[in-house]
C-alpha cells in the first residue's frame, strides 16, 4: 500500500463527508426553524454512521449540535467543577 496516496484518498473523503454533512445539516436546521419545528435555542443530538462495505465494518458516531451558545455554555458548565467564569477552561 502507498501510505502517501491511501492518506490522500482518506482525507478527501472525510472533506467531502464533511462539506457535504455540514452543508445538509445546516440546510435541514434552517428549513426546521422557519417552519417552527426548532425555535434555534436546542442542542440537537446527532448521529452518524461510517461504513467500509468491503470489509464489513461499520462504526458509529454520536454527539450534540448547540444552536445557541448559552446552551453549549450551559452544557460544559454542567460537566465542569470549576466556577463559571473558568468554564473555558474545562473543555
Excluded at 472533506?15 to 445538509?24: A, H, I, Y
Excluded at 434552517?30 to 467500509?52: D, F, P, W, Y
Amino acid at each position: 500500500m502507498n501510505q502517501d496516496n491511501f492518506n490522500m484518498e482518506v482525507r478527501q473523503f472525510l472533506k467531502k463527508v464533511g462539506v457535504t454533512s455540514q452543508r445538509e445539516i445546516t440546510n435541514i436546521i434552517n428549513q426546521a426553524i422557519s417552519e417552527k419545528k426548532l425555535t434555534g435555542h436546542e442542542t440537537l443530538k446527532v448521529k452518524t454512521k461510517l461504513t467500509l462495505l468491503n470489509l464489513d465494518y461499520e462504526l458509529e458516531i454520536s454527539g450534540d449540535i448547540a444552536l445557541d451558545v448559552d446552551d453549549k455554555i450551559n452544557e460544559r458548565a454542567s460537566r465542569c467543577v470549576r466556577p463559571p467564569y473558568l468554564i473555558e477552561e474545562c473543555g
